[in-house]
T-cell receptor
Framework: DVKVTQSSRYLVKRTGEKVFLECVQD?????MFWYRQDPGLGLRLIYF???????EKGDIPEGYSVSREKKERFSLILESASTNQTSMYLC??????????????FGPGTRLTVL | QKEVEQDPGPLSVPEGAIVSLNCTYS??????FMWYRQYSRKGPELLMY????GNKEDGRFTAQVDKSSKYISLFIRDSQPSDSATYLC???????????FGTGTQLKVEL
């Protein structure tokens, strides 16, 4: 079974703090993704990476950065947390297949509250 | 206008009912259409996907795509309380690997 784990289920931080969210997958997947999920807005892609040290901006990258130093690990960084970054953060991974869509496997999510 | 529209619900049905969940989309570049299920406090998991127009069946679940109307559906037959979850439609453009999600429909199947 594919397993995607995220470092924390719940996190509370103060405005202005630097926040690290970690994601690890155990299936040697090339692609990894960070989303945030908000009521009424669904899942929105923040950043994704298709290889080690490679990254591409998603739909809402402002205020976030990412790091992928090893294939299995993808980190999301909030340089200076703000209250509008309070959200559920979901990590996903996928393998580029020859046919059909790449199935994304999701972690359980981290609920981040910024006070 | 959002690329993918989905009624958020909540939708409440009795056990055994047939459930119909729907999404509309505006971009004709979408080629793969997926349905994810998300239980409370869990990440989404892929239920099934279809390519182009037509039907696909998997047990009690049937996915339907009508590209001419830009409309997709997920039908659940003989619904069970364990089907209570949020159902998200998602789509991928040809040649890409980025998913565009609907907002999700919350379903509750009552005993």
């Amino acid at each position: 079974d594919v397993k995607v784990t995220q470092s924390s289920r719940y996190l509370v931080k103060r405005t202005g703090e630097k926040v690290f969210l970690e994601c690890v997958q155990d299936m040697d997947h090339e692609n990894m993704f960070w989303y945030r999920q908000d009521p009424g807005l669904g899942l929105r892609l923040i950043y994704f990476s298709y290889d080690v040290k490679m990254k591409e901006k998603g739909d809402i990258p402002e205020g976030y950065s990412v790091s992928r130093e090893k294939k299995e690990r993808f980190s999301l960084i909030l340089e200076s947390a703000s209250t509008n970054q309070t959200s559920m953060y979901l990590c996903a991974s996928s393998s580029t297949s020859g046919s059909g869509p790449d199935t994304q496997y999701f972690g359980p999510g981290t609920r981040l509250t910024v006070l | 206008q959002k690329e993918v529209e989905q009624d958020p619900g909540p939708l409440s049905v009795p056990e055994g009912a047939i459930v119909s969940l729907n999404c509309t989309y505006s971009n004709s570049a979408f080629q793969y259409f997926m349905w994810y299920r998300q239980y409370s406090r869990k990440g989404p998991e892929l239920l099934m996907y279809t390519y182009s127009s037509g039907n696909k069946e998997d047990g009690r679940f049937t996915a339907q795509v009508d590209k001419s109307s830009k409309y997709i559906s997920l039908f659940i037959r003989d619904s069970q309380p364990s089907d209570s979850a949020t159902y998200l439609c998602a789509m991928i453009k040809g040649g890409g690997n980025k998913l565009t999600f609907g907002t999700g429909t919350q379903l509750k199947v009552e005993l």
